[in-house]
């Protein structure tokens, strides 16, 4: 089943180099016959959070980027997280993105993939957004992708220096997004025709 999935990408930071490991999961993504959404931040230029998408009063006019990711975010299957490890928890770009949004989330999957620039992966934030998740209602999947020395594992394009090892890696991680993806949006379809 093609699924609708967007991937959030958390820095806004110059010389980011995560943004290389979203484009890999992107391309992963298409490559299973999925409909990826890359959802930068910087595109985006979201304020630091004043009212969330939900705030805002019927005829009130809302900015025409938060009304985007709003309907990008409510029309998802899945989200997957592609986050840095910022002092061992997830940077604020990601953070204050996932924060605009609330209902838009709910029972659906999502996913953590996490890199550092060293040798740990990221894995500290994982831990962190997943008790976030939790709480906006997409709680995560049992697997994360951490990526260590995200320089040297992919290039500017996505492309990755092992493409083996990352397709088995990336692969057994999307499958199990997949699983819950499907299982919650028949679910979700069953809840509504009652
Ligand atoms: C504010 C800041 C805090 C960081 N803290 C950590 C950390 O706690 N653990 C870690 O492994 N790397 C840390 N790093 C290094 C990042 O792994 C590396 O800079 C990475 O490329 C950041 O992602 P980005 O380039 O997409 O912004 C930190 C970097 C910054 C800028």
Wanted: charged share 25%; aromatic share 10%.
């Amino acid at each position: 089943m093609a699924l609708s999935i967007s991937i959030l990408y958390g820095s806004v930071r110059d010389g980011r180099l995560g943004i290389r490991f979203a484009k890999y999961l992107e391309q992963a993504l298409k490559a299973r016959g999925h409909k990826p959404v890359l959802i930068d931040p910087l595109e985006y230029d979201l304020p630091l959070l004043r009212k969330r998408y939900s705030d805002y009063k019927p005829g009130e006019k809302i900015p025409a980027n938060l009304a985007k990711l709003h309907d990008i975010l409510a029309s998802s299957d899945a989200y997957l997280l592609v986050s840095a490890e910022y002092n061992h928890t997830a940077p604020p770009a990601l953070t204050n993105l996932l924060d605009h949004f609330y209902a838009e989330y709910a029972q659906k999957p999502s996913a953590i993939a996490t890199y550092s620039y060293g040798p740990f992966g990221g894995v500290r934030a994982a831990m962190t957004l997943r008790a976030m998740l939790g709480e906006l209602g997409c709680g995560s999947i049992q697997k994360t992708l951490p990526c260590p020395a995200v320089h040297e594992a992919f290039d500017e394009t996505g492309k990755p220096n092992d493409a083996a090892a990352w397709q088995k890696r990336s692969d057994g991680f999307l499958e199990q997004l997949e699983w819950y993806a499907e299982a919650l949006k028949a679910a979700r379809g069953k809840a509504k025709k009652k």
